[in-house]
C-alpha cells in the first residue's frame, strides 16, 4: 500500500469481489494514507453459499432442514413422472455450443441472453487456460430432450463456482 501511494503512475485501484473480513480489506481499511488519500466505496454486495460435501450425499441432506429435504432432493420423483429425464453434458471444447443452449434457456426465464458477446470471450478464455478438463462442470437437464436447466460450474482450488 504505500509503495502504491508513492507511484504516481496510477490514479485508481480497484479491488473487485474483496472479502470485507480479509486481511487485504483490514490492511486497506487501517492504512492511514489510503484513509487520506482514496475513497474506499463499496459498489454492489453479493451473497454467497457454501456446502460442505466432504462427507458426502446423507450427510448433506442430513444437516438440511426437513423443508429444505423435501425442496431440494425430493422433488425428483416429481421431474421424472413429467417425462424421460436425462442430463447432457459438455466437454470444455463444447462450450460455444453449451453457451447457446444456456442462452436460451436464461432468455426465457429472464428475458436476456447471459452471455453478452464480452462475457462470452471472457469464459471462454478463462476455459481455454483451465488446468484441467475436470475443473470445468457443463450439463443440461432435460426432460423429453428439452433443455429445461443447466449448470455451469468452474473448480478452482477446494472451491467450485456456479
Not at 470485507?20 to 453479493?46: D, K, L, Q
Amino acid at each position: 500500500l504505500d509503495e502504491l501511494l508513492r507511484d504516481p503512475a496510477w490514479d485508481e485501484c480497484i479491488l473487485s469481489d474483496l472479502d470485507a473480513s480479509s486481511a487485504t480489506a483490514r490492511r486497506v481499511a487501517e492504512h492511514p494514507g489510503i484513509r487520506r488519500h482514496c475513497t474506499v466505496r463499496v459498489v454492489a454486495r453479493f451473497v454467497g453459499y457454501s456446502v460442505d460435501t466432504g462427507a458426502g450425499l446423507p450427510a448433506v441432506l442430513e444437516r438440511l432442514s426437513q423443508s429444505a429435504r423435501r425442496r431440494l432432493f425430493h422433488q425428483r420423483a416429481k421431474l421424472a413422472r413429467s417425462g424421460t429425464v436425462s442430463m447432457d453434458t459438455a466437454r470444455p471444447d463444447q462450450f460455444l455450443e453449451y453457451a447457446d443452449r444456456l442462452d436460451r434457456l436464461h432468455a426465457k426465464r429472464w428475458g436476456q441472453a447471459f452471455f453478452t458477446p464480452a462475457r462470452r470471450r471472457f469464459f471462454a478464455e478463462v476455459i481455454r487456460s483451465l488446468p484441467r478438463p475436470d475443473a470445468l462442470q457443463l450439463s443440461i437437464l432435460q426432460v423429453d430432450g428439452r433443455d429445461i436447466s443447466a449448470l455451469f460450474d468452474l473448480r478452482a482450488g477446494e472451491a467450485e463456482y456456479n
